[in-house]
Each structure stands twice: as C-alpha cells, then as structure tokens.
C-alpha cells in the first residue's frame, strides 16, 4: 500500500523533526500524493500543515554533467596534470573526448593561472592544486535544490547551468493526536462495542461531510421540460390560466378563420401548414362541454360575413368564404388556435358587472410547420403563449408587461419591430440583445388582435386583447448553450445529456 507507506514515512519523518517541509524530507512524492495523504492525517488531527511556495534550484543537462564530471577547466588541469610533458592541443582533446570542453576549459584554467603554454606549444600545469568551486556549488544545489550565496544562485542560472522553479511544498507539524500510525479506526457503533465497552477507547472515522453522494440511476426531465416548468411558474405567478392544448389536429377555421387569416392567406399554403388527408373535413365548431351554452353555428356564420363584407368598421376581404376550406383538419401552426376559443368562450362569460372579465391565458405546447429543417429549425416545435384581455388595455401597458415578464427570464432591454400578423394589428416582433452571442436576437412576435377577431366572437368594443408567442426551443437552447437543435431533439440525442443537464431558474443572465 504506496499510500500507506508515505503516511507511515511522514509520520515517521515527522517524528524526528518538526516542522518538516514536505519537499525537503519527499522531494521525489508527487504533489497530489503527499496533499491526499496530509489531508487524510489532518482529518485525524495528527498533524497541522500550511502550505509554503518557494523557489528551487534545478540542474540544466549541462549542470548535471558538471555536478557529474567536474567543470570544464578543471578537466582540463587535470588531463594536463597528469602528462608529466605536458599535451598539445590535439592530444588534450584525444584524452578528455570532447572538443567542447577543451575549448572553453582551457580559456579559463588560463585565466585562473591553473596552466600555461610551453614554447613547442604545449599546455602544462602551473598550478599545485585546484578547487572545482562551480561543481562544488553544482553538487550542493544538486542535493539541496539551493544555494545559500544568491549571487552564485544567479551566476549559475546565467550560466545556464540552472534554473529556477517555483515549487508548492508544506510545512508539517505535528497534531494533537500525532502518533506514529493511524490507529484502526471504528466506521460504526456496534451493540458488541456497547456490551464489551470497547467503544470507550476506540478511535471513531470522522465523518466526510463533503463526500459526494453515489450518482442515482433516476428518470430525468428532458431540457426542454425543465425550461417550460421555470415559464409556467413565471405564467402563473403573473395569474395566468393555463389553455388546454391537448389537441395537436385543429380545424382551419380555428387555427385561422377565426384568426381572420384569409383564406388565400400564403400561410395556409401547403408550404407552412400539415393537411390532413383522412378523415377529409373536420365537423364544424361546436360546444364541447354542456355548460357551453355559445351558438357556434352563428359564430361560423358570422365569421364567414366578417371575411367577406367585414364589419366593426372593416370593409372585409371580399373573397367568397369557403365553409370547406375552413373544415380541412391541419396540425395546428400555432397555439393562436386554442387562444381563439379561448376567447370565444370567454366573450359568454358573465362577470361581476354582466360583462365578460379580463383574463390571461397561456399555454406552452407543440406546433407544426412545413418547413424545411436545418440546425435550428425542425418541422415541429413548442410555442410559448400569452395573451391578456383586459377593457381599454393601452399599448404602453403591454410594452411594460412585457418588460417585467421577460425580465424574469433574465431578458431586458426590449425592442419592438413593426411586423404583419393577419389576426393583430399592430403586430410586433419582440428583440433583446443577447450578450452570449454578441446580437441581437428575435426572440418572439406579438400584437393587438383586430376588432374582426374579437369582436365577431361577441366580445365588447371596449376589451382589448393583446398576444404573444416565442418558441420553448430557443431559450431552452441558449440556456443550456446548443448550438443544433438536433442535440436537444431526435434521435441523435445524447441521453447523458439529458440525464446530466442542470434544472433551470431563469432572473440570471439568459
Ligand atoms: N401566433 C403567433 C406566432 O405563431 C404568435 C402570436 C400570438 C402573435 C398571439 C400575436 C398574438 O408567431
């Protein structure tokens, strides 16, 4: 047990002198080794340490040699030395083996005055002996890692025989329970160490507050869901009333008849919407619960004339309505289509004053669109709806509850853009500059529905009902920083990821 035995080997060291500086007494013990094992003897109280850094010396290759070999100019005294006739140039090289050292050894045994050159041209030694001061200084640092003299610390690191390195080491000392070994440490209170009393002197494992519980094998919600639970807790908190949006196959004429989308409108083209083929004609709106006590044949009838001569100060399209068209069954586009017979419904109820009350609605659920998918679009999404009907709404009250409800997103600094939706007018596109992506981002589209939406359905002059939409998939996508939708949706997603994401609260940055 390597692990074990270093403890024993501090502890041991520890012994015989205190403090002691880990990178003195372990200078081969890999920094994480010896941080784990006085952590562990720390946790003991058997030892105390405080972390030092400090700067160590260590022998470059040529140093190495030195500390080895001698210098350089000592090699070459001691070759010329021993050669009672002294030794040409060639012939000291031929005995110390490297050209290099004679070169520069040489140059300085002369300034040293350790040799001369004879007059044939030889070198012989003057002096009676020397001292290897540069490979004494080598082997001190060698086993020491410094110098006491900063200055030949310098000289050597100019010489490039060293250099320097900051090292992390700890300054040990012994704890209140120091000991020589760990003693055998209990992990439970046992019914024998009760009877036998053995838990009187017996050492207990601390607990590790700090450890990690065992990662549990559990369902996840998806990103997706985790996204849309933080929007509903914003909706309701904001008193909305959740749509049920249970039916993904609408008819035309809620997703846009009722909506005032014309019917040659380029958006009910087979390009944007998913027909249905079987079965070929929806049954014409009508009540679905028995407390809906609304005349849905002449809302349809009165839908069909709104479109054709208009009404409510509208001249109308002036196109003949076909009755059909708006039966042919579509995947809905937008959740616009449960908002309509939301607010359909909504125009039959009575409220304190005999007049339909303000309301505000939502829902977040999936939508359909024929287009063509690319890494940020698929032919499906979810769409996040809001609408409020209130008497005499202004448009700067709608602009101030946007504010606050994306500033609970984390998403402020609003701007509008003018834009056209057949069913509001105005019509907006909503903007935000993202700091995470460096632009501005649309993220959603709003608008005042039109007297010839609202008012067809039987709600008064005086209500106004302003909407909105954006998608769940682009925040979701910003969160949690995708770039492909295909990560978040299909079946090349990454189920860990799933698994793994973070739930989300939004009031941060989005
Ligand atoms: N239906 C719109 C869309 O799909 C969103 C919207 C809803 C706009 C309500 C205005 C009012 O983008």
Redesign the pocket.
């Known amino acids: 047990n390597p692990a074990g035995d270093l403890i024993s080997q501090i502890l041991q060291a520890l012994d015989k002198s205190e403090p002691l500086v880990s990178a003195d007494a372990f200078p081969a013990a890999p920094f994480v080794e010896i941080k784990a094992a006085l952590d562990r003897l720390k946790s003991r109280d058997m030892v105390r340490y405080d972390t030092i850094e400090r700067q160590e010396a260590l022998l470059e290759p040529e140093g190495e040699e030195i500390a080895a070999n001698g210098s350089h100019e000592a090699r070459v005294f001691e070759a010329v030395q021993k050669a009672m006739e002294g030794l040409s140039v060639k012939e000291l090289e031929e005995t110390i083996g490297d050209k290099n050292v004679v070169k520069i050894g040489q140059g300085k045994a002369f300034k040293e005055k350790w040799i001369s050159k004879t007059k044939d041209g030889k070198f012989k030694a003057i002096a009676e002996s020397i001292k290897d001061v540069t490979r004494g200084q080598l082997e001190t640092i060698k086993t020491t890692r410094t110098h006491p003299n900063a200055k030949t610390l310098a000289d050597l690191k100019k010489r490039k025989l060293i250099r320097m390195q900051k090292v992390i080491s700890f300054r040990i000392h012994k704890g209140d329970k120091f000991a020589l070994e760990i003693p055998d440490e209990a992990t439970d209170l046992t019914a024998d160490m009760i009877a036998s009393g053995s838990w009187k002197t017996a050492t207990f494992k601390p607990y590790n507050f700090k450890a990690l519980g065992a990662a549990q094998m559990a369902g996840a919600l998806h990103p997706l869901n985790k996204v849309r639970a933080e929007l509903r807790s914003i909706f309701f908190e904001m008193g909305f009333e959740e749509m049920p949006t249970n039916k993904f196959v609408e008819s035309g004429f809620w997703n846009f008849d009722a909506l005032f989308v014309p019917q040659q409108h380029p958006a009910r083209d087979l390009q944007d919407t998913f027909y249905i083929a079987d079965p070929p004609l929806a049954d014409k709106p009508r009540a679905e619960s028995p407390d809906d006590k609304k005349d849905y044949e002449a809302y349809w009838n009165h839908t069909k004339a709104v479109h054709q001569d208009g009404e409510f100060g509208s001249i109308g399209y002036r196109y003949p309505w076909s009755g059909d068209e708006s039966l042919r069954l579509v995947l809905r586009?937008?959740?616009?289509a449960v908002?309509a017979s939301m607010l359909h419904k909504l125009a039959a109820v009575e409220g304190p004053d005999g007049r339909p009350p303000p309301a505000r609605y939502f829902s977040i659920d999936r939508?359909f669109r024929n287009e063509s998918v690319d890494a940020t679009h698929l032919a499906e999404f979810h769409?996040v709806?809001?609408?409020i009907a209130d008497y005499n709404l202004s448009m700067g009250e709608l602009m101030e509850f946007m504010d606050i409800f994306f500033g609970k997103m984390g998403i402020t600094g609003l701007m509008y853009k003018p834009a056209y939706?057949p069913?509001?007018e105005p019509?907006m596109e909503i903007f935000s500059y993202h700091a995470g992506l460096g632009k501005i981002v649309e993220i959603?589209?709003?608008?005042m529905?039109r007297p010839e939406v609202l008012e067809t359905m039987g709600l008064p002059k005086d209500m106004r009902v302003?909407?909105?939409?954006?998608s769940l998939e682009r925040p979701t996508m910003i969160k949690y920083g995708i770039s492909n939708i295909r990560e978040l949706l299909g079946h090349k997603v990454d189920l860990n990821f799933v698994q793994n994401s973070p739930a989300v609260q939004f009031g941060g940055k989005a």
Request: aromatic fraction near 16%; charge should be negative; charged fraction near 5%.
């Open positions: 586009t937008h959740t616009t908002s939508v769409q709806e809001g609408v939706n069913y509001t019509s959603g589209n709003s608008g529905f302003f909407g909105f939409g954006l």
